[in-house]
């Protein structure tokens, strides 16, 4: 099936866990029920190896699994967006197992490296362009004091479709989107909360993580942001912050930790998160998200 990218861009980008087994080893047919969900609540683009899919904690060889499992569990019924990154070589082999896999497009996760440049982050992306053999990219920016031009000149690298803006200034995403190309989407990467003050200034589309849980509440988040709705996105974004609230304690440690606490009361066992991240949440944070899940008949 042929999907139009763009507009999957400027949809839900779903941002999906990594299941595990009772070893500790990575469980990818956990996932079936939970795709199944969002997938028929609408959910635009579902994404693996993204940080609430724990990236940073898989290996390159767990990583190379996930997203040529999760392509098959998806099977064609949405374009899928595969997260690439840490070292240059992980980063080329995994571009290159997520082309094979039938991913629809890269995402690019920021170079972590404590030296990195930014015009070693251009040469960065463009060997994972290469090596991926030409696949389209979404950049996935979460530091944006590489300033403006380091913006455009990465932007400008042939293929480039769009940027997960990821950082709280909606000042700096105005003048990177009016410093760029058109033809860039740029997407909301701080999830729902923070959709509403990025789609004023150009941002379409946000990630997800709550789509894991309650796919149906992002899809009408989204309705109402497309619409210019903004009031009815605050009071749908006001009955799920919550949610965001516990992932964002223990300097955002718990990110992953309230998805699937959260899938746990619903049932299905994603087993813990991997340390460094935090397990389990502690009585008071799953106190919180057990009334949560009660108020919104979510369990």
Not at 17 to 45: F, Q
Not at 85 to 113: I, Y
Not at 135 to 144: A, C, G, T, W
Request: with cysteine; hydrophobic share 45%; charged share 15%.
């Amino acid at each position: 099936m042929t999907h139009d990218l763009d507009m999957a861009l400027a949809g839900i980008s779903g941002i999906l866990v990594t299941p595990y087994d009772d070893n500790g080893d990575i469980a990818p047919e956990k996932l079936s029920p939970i795709l199944d969900r969002a997938l028929n609540a609408g959910v635009h683009m579902p994404v693996v190896n993204g940080n609430t899919g724990e990236f940073y904690a898989l290996t390159t060889d767990e990583a190379c699994t996930m997203v040529r499992e999760v392509t098959a569990l998806v099977d064609g019924r949405a374009p899928v967006l595969a997260g690439v990154g840490r070292s240059l070589r992980d980063a080329c082999r995994l571009a290159k197992a997520s082309a094979e896999a039938g991913a629809a497009a890269l995402m690019v996760h920021q170079p972590p490296d404590p030296f990195v440049s930014p015009r070693g982050t251009l040469d960065y992306v463009q060997a994972i362009i290469d090596a991926s053999g030409g696949m389209p990219v979404m950049l996935y920016l979460r530091n944006d004091a590489i300033g403006t031009q380091a913006i455009v000149d990465l932007c400008a690298l042939p293929g480039v479709k769009g940027v997960k803006w990821a950082t709280p200034n909606p000042l700096k995403l105005a003048a990177a989107i009016n410093a760029c190309d058109p033809g860039i989407t740029w997407v909301g990467g701080l999830a729902e909360v923070w959709a509403p003050p990025l789609y004023a200034v150009g941002a379409r589309g946000f990630t997800s993580g709550l789509i894991n849980v309650w796919p149906e509440r992002s899809m009408d988040i989204h309705a109402a942001l497309t619409a210019g709705d903004y009031p009815e996105a605050n009071r749908l974004i006001a009955g799920m912050r919550a949610f965001e609230d516990i992932r964002a304690e223990e300097l955002n440690g718990t990110n992953v930790t309230g998805v699937k606490a959260a899938l746990l009361a619903q049932g299905l066992d994603c087993g813990p998160t991997r340390p460094p991240s935090a397990w389990p949440l502690t009585p008071a944070q799953q106190q919180q998200l057990d009334t949560f899940m009660a108020e919104n008949g979510l369990t």
